[in-house]
């Protein structure tokens, strides 16, 4: 599966942005679906994901409350809507895919085998 992420923008402290992420090639709905991000100098690190049939969703403690992940396998989508963004938020964002077995919801980075290219977001305060 190829993965585009795109949505990302520079927006203030308080705003909301959502991000999609795009799948293109066959049998998008075999994949678990993350969002990791990375910020400068930090290690890249989990912020959500969803099972395959989008009925099992996991979210970082620093992000729940606020951003929400769910996709839409006829459109081949995943959103990672994110609410009262804040300073810490910024990095690039880029979403990832695992071929998994149905509920599964991996939070682990190098279990991902598919990356797409990283959409920044930039929150100022």
């Known amino acids: 599966v190829q993965l585009q992420a795109s949505g990302g923008g520079l927006v203030q402290a308080g705003a909301s942005l959502r991000l999609s992420c795009a799948g293109s090639?066959?049998?998008?709905?075999?994949?678990?679906i993350g969002w990791f991000r990375q910020a400068p100098g930090k290690e890249r690190e989990f912020v959500a994901a969803v099972s395959r049939g989008g009925t099992r969703k996991d979210l970082a403690v620093s992000v729940k409350g606020r951003f929400t992940i769910s996709r839409d396998n006829a459109e081949n989508t995943v959103y990672l809507q994110m609410n009262s963004l804040k300073p810490e938020d910024t990095a690039v964002y880029y979403c990832s895919g695992k071929v998994a077995v149905t509920g599964e919801v991996p939070r682990g980075l190098h279990e991902y085998g598919y990356w797409g290219q990283g959409t920044q977001v930039t929150v100022s305060s």
């Open positions: 090639g066959r049998s998008f709905s075999n994949y678990a």
